[in-house]
């Protein structure tokens, strides 16, 4: 997923040509591909709710940055007081065939410890913070990881739409499979579904409150459920905006650790 980030792994593109066949790897890169901004930013509520329905609220703070080499972002949590300083800063590389670089590094500051964690490669589908979103859903994932295929079409929430499947080249990734469901005419995701090493579904996703803003297309509310454990977790974006000034000291391990980002 790119930004809630990731998070753009949800973004807008042209109006598509319907007279051209279009193979699962051509509607996955278009999608990748899209304009997000130079920079981007958001604040945004997080509800947990556990298979009880009992109710966790969380309020983040996310702002990005593009450097054509690498896109810098940090997540701040802002509230309640329990995760209030906690900060997640990630740096995304374009895709390289040849592996020279790592898809992305990050890292995770805990105020209580007053320590910053870099985010190995082996935790990268762990939950992020007690969400159903993984580190690696909070970044940008590369096109050259997975095997893209075109499976279908459907209409989804009145929009027609390619489902495309994913699968993870990787044999030892938690999750080997994912299935897209992308809008035909800006290609947003609309609905997910991931799935593990024995092909189990393992998490639903679904997409909402589409609009432009600024001309670019953006998801307003994302909802990830954990179906084995009943847990989900819905993001809802407000006060998007794109294109703003943000100080390049902003994206550094010290600035998370020294809690100056605001």
């Not at 007081?81 to 906690?86: M, N, P, T, Y």
């Not at 307003?220 to 998007?240: A, I, P, Q, R």
């Not at 000034?245 to 100056?260: K, P």
Request: aromatic share 12%; with cysteine; hydrophobic share 35%.
């Amino acid at each position: 997923m790119k930004h809630f980030f990731l998070l753009g792994f949800f973004c807008a593109c042209t109006a598509v040509l319907f007279s051209e066949e279009l193979t699962g790897y051509d509607i996955a890169k278009r999608a990748d591909s899209v304009d997000e901004g130079k920079t981007s930013s958001y604040t945004a509520t997080m509800t947990l709710t556990n298979k009880k329905g009992a109710t966790r609220i969380r309020e983040i703070s996310m702002r990005s940055k593009d450097y054509g080499d690498v896109k810098k972002s940090v997540i701040i949590f802002t509230m309640p007081k329990d995760v209030s300083g906690v900060s997640y800063l990630s740096f995304d590389y374009p895709d390289n065939s040849d592996g020279s670089k790592p898809d992305a590094d990050s890292w995770l500051y805990m105020p209580a410890m007053k320590k910053v964690r870099r985010i190995s490669g082996s935790s990268k589908d762990d939950d992020f913070m007690g969400t159903d979103f993984t580190y690696a859903d909070m970044g940008d994932r590369g096109l050259t990881k997975d095997t893209f295929t075109l499976v279908g079409e459907e209409l989804i929430d009145g929009f027609d739409c390619w489902i495309v499947e994913a699968k993870a080249k990787d044999t030892s990734e938690k999750t080997q499979r994912r299935v897209l469901w992308y809008r035909k005419d800006n290609y947003k995701a609309l609905k997910g579904e991931y799935y593990d090493k024995q092909n189990t579904l393992t998490r639903e996703m679904r997409c909402t409150d589409i609009t432009q803003i600024d001309g670019i297309w953006t998801t307003g509310k994302m909802f990830m459920k954990n179906v084995k454990t009943g847990h989900s977790t819905l993001l809802e974006m407000k006060d998007v905006m794109y294109n703003r000034a943000f100080d390049d000291n902003m994206f550094t391990v010290s600035s998370i650790e020294r809690g100056n980002i605001r």
